[in-house]
């Protein structure tokens, strides 16, 4: 102990800022890690609840469980992306601004469109007709 002191007067080196520079990797990481388990999380439970909304008969329920499923998979990504942002803040390292745009770009990238909705719940022609006259 008292030669870890000694060393380190002489180093001059402070004991905090071996811990932050730790600190700073295991949260890089740890965002990074978290981006990519979320967004495939968020596909994974997208894909599979999907299957469960095909199979429902009128297209209230449809797009009231699928409004829900992209709410989830929406959280499911955005929480990411916000460690990711209190990742930046904390360490104040330009190094997370890539890991930032993972998440965030994903989130772009599965933005809900009236094509993707028709897309995805496989709608019929009467069902888009429905879907024309309602207000969505």
Known sequence: FLGTIGLNNFLDIEFSDVIAADVHIILLVTALLSSIVGIAVSSFFYKKRLADILKMKTLKNKLGNYR???LVRYVLVEGPAM???VTLML?????VL???VI????LI???PTKDNIITDLSL????LEELKQSSL
């Open 68 to 70: 829900s499923l992209l």
């Open 83 to 85: 460690f990711c942002v």
């Open 91 to 95: 360490t104040n390292r330009l190094e």
């Open 124 to 127: 019929d022609y009467k069902e």
């Open 98 to 100: 890539p890991i930032i």
């Open 109 to 111: 990238y599965i933005r």
């Open 103 to 106: 998440p965030l770009g994903y």
